[in-house]
């Protein structure tokens, strides 16, 4: 179902940004599992809005309320469903987007799709703030790698044209004060992942991460080590020889992103994910009243990030644990 | 499971390189589907090998007999099987792989994962032969998204740093006379998808797409729309306007490449695919010798493709088609 | 996933009896449908505790909180979400079931499975309460399946050994004096459905209630048309001729209870199923001290039904709703 | 997929009666698994047909073809497919059932839900044939439970109203003779299986076995333990009180069938499944010309079973040991 991700870890993602809740189930996590909350919770924070000058004003706790599974701390086994109740919405600010769709939003296909039935405030459940509750599911999934050594670490590598990070910073207030916004390129490395996990054909690491990631709202392209730069080197440049290092096998260099035949190879997985330019910008802009069926501007209001890309990190990273956890889980059964 | 993709076109492909046979099952295709074989051999010959002078010499018919499932050139609702008989195998050019990896190919990690009992001749279950079984199930695909006006075509557009024809074939020459390879990127364009096919979160076309494409050996990247030259435009830049061009709404540019929150918007879907260079070099490699646990140096003997990039042409077609087959099935059981 | 079931209308169950809450996420119910409240409430009322005598006193009002994915009573395509707050919980009564597993329960192998992490209190995940978001996704597939003329319907056959309604009270009434508890069957009709619907193998009809039923607490059995009646059948008399009524195709009799190859005939689907009674008595029993590993005796406390028939009625209602609306879903695939 | 099985050890079977073969495609048998291919095919001769007098004269060797994913014996972790070719075949037998539908049989459901393009001939995939390649993955899976000290055996233990074998193969001696056919039960047990295997809800080992159970042909109830007899017993009487054995917990009795909550409790699992008589029998019965739309007498030829139970017997096995393993799967990503 297209909320719904995992094999193994299985995650199902509700909600809509101006309905009563937000929230997710996960099913498939070893009774037992202690759950930090706190760790958690600072987790859930390096996403929240309202933290910094540049994102959106909307100010919401992201604490989430675990309803079943989680008892003193530890997985009971159960499915676990935790949701965050939502509050500070405007909808009014919303009210002139009924018929007129924003150009580079879902409004226009969501329209077709549900057939004017869905909850267009706040873009219901195509909103940037149903990366809340992949979060939850995420920094959970992170404690559970972390536990067996892995790491997942991601950082903006650009944005706006920009690599440096202040020159970053400056891209997204010169495009905050033009009423633009900007996109950029959040690169994303797992550590510790042992050799032999994931697989060949659609169920390898690639498959995994690439399907989750896309999950993530304004996403539009993802490669893996060398990515698209493959396209210009020789075999004999791209191919990682392989040493003995401390008695193991090692891949020397990591062109290959840590992924060879879908399954890890032992090196850091390296992934880089492209994000569009937030498309709720202030400038007016064309479009069409859906009802009218004639042309129409667009001037979007509310409050809206001019860069989603320093937001979306932590989403990367919960988008890897989970694909990663979900593969190591598999792994099990083979042995 | 890892070789099977699709939630209403299902299809799960099965074989070795060196095995008694490779080949796909098919369930979901409804019944009274017309199949077109001798469109459909087409279709597959444009991926098999030995067809021109740049690919392997390898040689094999590629004509799948089927088991069950078609009677009379029409679908019976029953499981659809084809198999392609292996023949032609060399197995002995792989007997000096079988305790020293190639850098680049799956060897390393399948040992691991497998613990040394998969089918090491040819590349087993990793082999690009593996791509034929792909291309029927994306043949008939093609074949049922066609009737519905939907096409898809596909072409290299990079290969070796060239871009224009002619230097990317010399690139290729080249290579091959170098015993190395060259990498490239496949442009694929999805026309005549209705709005609305898709849905949000892990189940957009974009989700859907990647998860197929990286199925394809080799694949390192995908890209939709303007893809990771989004992280350069602006907003205003980016955002596709709407207009109402002959009662209908459009986008009047395509900068996202047909979708929008996972879901089509009417205009084609465009995306990129990074393939490496074919990892299988006549030039000798830094290994180990893991029975030894020490460095070995490795001559990839075999007949190999100086570059894969032609002839996965075809192969992102395939699994475009099944893609989108799958998203449209899905979207009838809304209506 | 063990708490999930349904290909196309995905239903995904959580909670524990005396956790936060109990609920469940619905995906695929197609955007535009329509939630009739007042209808559900009273479907659900069918079921909830505290309507008779006969059953446990524990009263929960049972009405669910929808959190999303439902707008001014219509379906927004967005994954549905519903939750019932637990309260009126005595986790005192369970005190002593922590080391002392409830014969006839699941406790001991939850012991095992979940090492002794699960919600032991009210029965956990396990626990009959869990029926109630079976009911509200049952509810919700009920009213869809009535407006396509598909009605069902389901009624206690026997209890403690009796078939006539007035005596089946007397067998729970005797039962509940003697602090012992009855079994029972359930019968059930699907009228309306047509011909076509289900599948061959492991997709059938039979299959389908099957896997869903079995997720009723306490079922220990189900049985369709004839049922092990059949074992004493020839094929002269279990073979249901056909006719040509009102120009349609008639099974004229309905021995195969409306299924045949998995297939719906157009004929009523009917089923029996049956139910054990409550292992929850009050009469002392055997068990053992899973912490001293000895034998034990156990006396369960707390408020708990002498029989579970009457109650299971809306909950075999809505198993049934949900199989076959998740089968008539797959059936728009094909046409 | 309806002809699909299984979430970790995943079946995918495929075939028609009069195609050019029959299969199985199997994911999920860890690589290094053996794979004794001599007792496989002693399995699989329990099932053969034109073993006994009481079964059709049709006779296949029924001796499967590995196409990959076993090598010297071995399983590589790649996909495994298995074929039989179909041979002896006689679809004249069939040409006067294209119009019209047997009593009792697929045909009617089928031509509905294929629209007239599903294969006729010996009931297409609908035929008992489609049980080989069940039992050649049910032949694997035992292997593999074997070697972890779990075992299956099953037996027909009621034919045509009879429970002792002399009688019961003189009430299928006496059908044949009659150009009938008798119905009955087969009692399967799975002993050793630890406790802790299965789970709540729609994944317990009664869900999973229930659903691939009615995929064998002719079932039309199963149950576990006491199974309907549970309506007519006491909570005292049903439950399965505990003691200690050997230090370990054992239930003293096994009125449950070894399963609580879903949940394997250490004693044997035990279940029933009831078979319908053979629709196909010589008897002149009563259908409907599909195509002038009139009542029309049908006389079925062709070589058929007077019973099918005797022959089921290992089909119960196959499809009890799919379960089983499937769930042992399960378990390990627990631990």
Redesign the interface.
């Known amino acids: 179902?297209?909320?719904?991700?995992g094999?193994?870890f299985?995650i199902?993602?509700?909600?809509?940004s101006h309905?009563?809740?937000?929230?997710v189930?996960i099913?498939?996590l070893?009774?037992?599992s202690p759950i930090d909350s706190g760790k958690l919770q600072e987790f859930l924070e390096r996403r929240a809005p309202g933290r910094d000058a540049f994102s959106t004003s909307r100010r919401e706790a992201d604490a989430p309320?675990?309803?079943?599974?989680v008892?003193n701390g530890?997985?009971?086994?159960?499915?676990?469903?935790a949701?965050i109740r939502n509050s500070d919405m405007r909808s009014n600010d919303y009210a002139n987007l009924a018929n007129i769709?924003r150009?580079?939003?879902?409004?226009?296909?969501?329209e077709?799709?549900?057939?004017g039935?869905?909850?267009r405030a706040g873009g219901?459940?195509?909103s940037g703030r149903?990366t809340a509750p992949l979060c939850i599911a995420g920094g959970i999934a992170l404690q559970q790698i972390e536990r067996l050594g892995v790491s997942v670490s991601a950082r903006a590598v650009?944005?706006?044209?920009e690599t440096d990070p202040n020159r970053m910073k400056a891209a997204i207030a010169a495009?905050r004060d033009?009423g633009?916004?900007?996109?950029?390129?959040v690169e994303a490395e797992v550590r510790g992942l042992?050799?032999?996990?994931?697989?060949?054909?659609?169920?390898?690491l690639?498959?995994?991460i690439?399907?989750?990631v896309?999950?993530i709202?304004a996403?539009?392209?993802?490669?893996?080590?060398?990515?698209?730069a493959?396209?210009?080197?020789?075999?004999?440049?791209?191919?990682?020889?392989?040493?003995?290092v401390d008695?193991k096998?090692v891949?020397?260099t990591n062109h290959?992103?840590g992924?060879?035949?879908?399954?890890?190879?032992?090196a850091p997985v390296v992934f880089?994910v492209?994000?569009?330019?937030?498309?709720?910008?202030a400038?007016e802009?064309?479009?069409?009243d859906?009802e009218k069926?004639?042309?129409a501007k667009l001037v979007v209001k509310g409050r809206h990030d001019p860069c989603v890309v320093l937001r979306a990190v932590p989403c990367v990273e919960a988008a890897a644990a989970i694909a990663v956890y979900d593969a190591v889980?598999?792994?099990?059964?083979?042995?």
């Open positions: 179902m297209s909320s719904s991700y094999d193994n299985r199902s993602i509700f909600g809509e309905a009563a809740a937000i929230g189930t099913e498939g070893p009774a037992g309320e675990f309803l079943c599974g008892k530890i997985a009971t086994g159960a499915p676990i469903t949701i769709p150009p580079g939003h879902a409004d226009y296909p969501a077709v799709k549900f057939g039935c869905q909850d219901g459940h195509f149903l650009r944005i706006g044209g495009a033009a633009d916004s900007v996109g950029g390129v042992p050799p032999g996990i994931g697989g060949p054909m659609f169920g390898g690639e498959n995994r690439a399907q989750i896309f999950g709202p996403v539009k392209g993802i490669e893996f080590g060398e990515g698209f493959v396209a210009d080197l020789k075999g004999s440049e791209n191919n990682d020889p392989y040493g003995v008695g096998v891949a020397l290959a992103g992924i060879l035949g879908g399954i890890s190879t032992g880089r492209a994000f569009k330019p937030t498309p709720s910008i400038k802009q064309d479009s069409v859906l069926m004639e042309p889980l598999d792994r099990k059964k083979e042995m």
